[in-house]
């Protein structure tokens, strides 16, 4: 099993572009969720799905977009990115009876 | 604001010492309190976890303390070694949703 996997390791954009940050698992885990690690401030939610097709915002949504339509994959989308998106980005997964979460390596961002 | 309080921000231990670390909740409806260890450049780990009906779960060196009372859970690393060296995160669930403390950096002296 490879796990929770996520692409790219690093990355940089400038103020206003898009990009879509990849997650995918092989666990096949109901559960999957995006945060954003920022200094001082722990781990955020920012949104999460309880299966394929269902998704939810969790405590900061604002500027992201997410979609599950597979069970697997966990894309999210940063429509128009602003140097206060500047964070490491973290997926995890878990199974839906089950709350040990598993997380994956993580994902730097950078917006100029 | 953080629903999970946690403190201190940094802390440093010689080895074989005891390394603690505080967190606290206002949210009567979490479930589940699991401690999660980052180490640089990684995502976090779970570490260990605990239900509140339970006061305390040891794990090797590492014990959780559960008050439910006060609504406040603590971490305790026994004989810390450098290979503990790292960042510990205390979380709550509720509603399919963790919460995470700001974080403790552990530095473990030889």
């Avoid at chain 1, 969720?33 to 915002?57: E, F, K, N």
């Avoid at chain 2, 409806?29 to 260990?48: T, V």
Wanted: charged share 15%; glycine share 8%; with cysteine.
């Amino acid at each position: 099993n490879a796990g929770v996997t996520q692409t790219p390791k690093f990355q940089v954009l400038k103020t206003g572009q898009s990009m879509t940050l990849q997650c995918a698992q092989d666990m096949n885990h109901e559960y999957m969720s995006w945060y954003r690690q920022d200094p001082g401030m722990g781990l955020r939610l920012i949104h999460y799905s309880v299966g394929a097709g269902i998704t939810d915002q969790g405590e900061v949504p604002n500027g992201y977009n997410v979609s599950r339509s597979t069970t697997e994959d966990f894309p999210l989308r940063l429509l128009s990115a602003a140097p206060s998106q500047t964070s490491v980005y973290f997926c995890a997964s878990s199974l839906r009876t089950n709350h040990e979460q598993y997380f994956g390596p993580g994902t730097r961002l950078t917006v100029t | 604001q953080q629903q999970v309080k946690q403190s201190p921000q940094s802390l440093i231990v010689q080895k074989g010492g005891i390394s603690i670390i505080n967190c606290a909740y206002e949210n009567t409806a979490f479930d589940y309190f699991p401690w999660y260890q980052q180490f640089p450049g990684k995502g976090p780990a779970l570490l260990i976890a605990i239900r509140p009906d339970v006061s305390e779960k040891k794990e090797g060196r590492f014990t959780i303390s559960f008050n439910k009372s006060a609504k406040q859970f603590s971490l305790h690393i026994m004989d810390s070694q450098p290979g503990d060296s790292a960042t510990y995160f205390c979380a709550a669930r509720g509603d399919y949703k963790l919460s995470f403390g700001a974080g403790t950096t552990v530095t473990v002296r030889a």
